[in-house]
């Protein structure tokens, strides 16, 4: 298993299937109907980018709120394909350009890879995840 950050040790993260390192934080106990069945109203995790690390390109359903909470900046590619998806930052430096919450509109491509440093992020999703409305694609632009 990689090393994870100290900082990172105590949030049980496991292996995610996009890449980079998980845990979910929240389920909400209400579910909603949506075109694809039944989903619950919302679910938040943590997630975590090693350096050299990254998300494949993956889209999901529902929409997609991302919020930086500790390391260095994260690179965040979202589109409607992965050929014409643009680059925002995600982190702390407001005045460089960086954002510290993103959203990523469902049914949208994206792909993250952190600039240096390791970086931890919550994702909120709503309506809230389910794999079965995952979708995986190739490898995150470098």
């Known amino acids: 298993m990689t090393d994870l950050p100290d900082w990172a040790a105590d949030l049980d993260l496991r292996p995610h299937p996009e890449g980079g390192w998980?845990?979910?934080?929240?389920?909400?106990?209400?579910?909603v109907?949506?075109?694809a069945g039944t989903r619950s109203l919302g679910t938040a995790i943590y997630f975590l980018l090693l350096p050299g690390e990254s998300s494949?390109?993956?889209?999901?359903?529902s929409d997609e709120l991302w919020f930086h909470h500790r390391g260095g900046a994260l690179r965040?590619?979202?589109?409607?394909?992965?050929?014409?998806?643009?680059?925002q930052v995600l982190g702390p430096d407001i005045a460089a350009g960086e954002r510290p919450q993103l959203l990523v509109p469902g049914g949208r491509w994206q792909a993250a890879r952190p600039v240096d440093d390791a970086v931890l992020v919550s994702c909120v999703v709503v309506p809230g995840f389910d794999f079965a409305d995952f979708e995986l694609g190739g490898a995150a632009p470098n």
């Open 22 to 31: 998980y845990a979910e934080t929240y389920r909400h106990h209400a579910d």
């Open 33 to 35: 109907e949506t075109g």
């Open 56 to 61: 494949a390109w993956h889209r999901v359903a």
């Open 76 to 87: 965040l590619w979202i589109g409607d394909d992965p050929e014409t998806a643009s680059e």
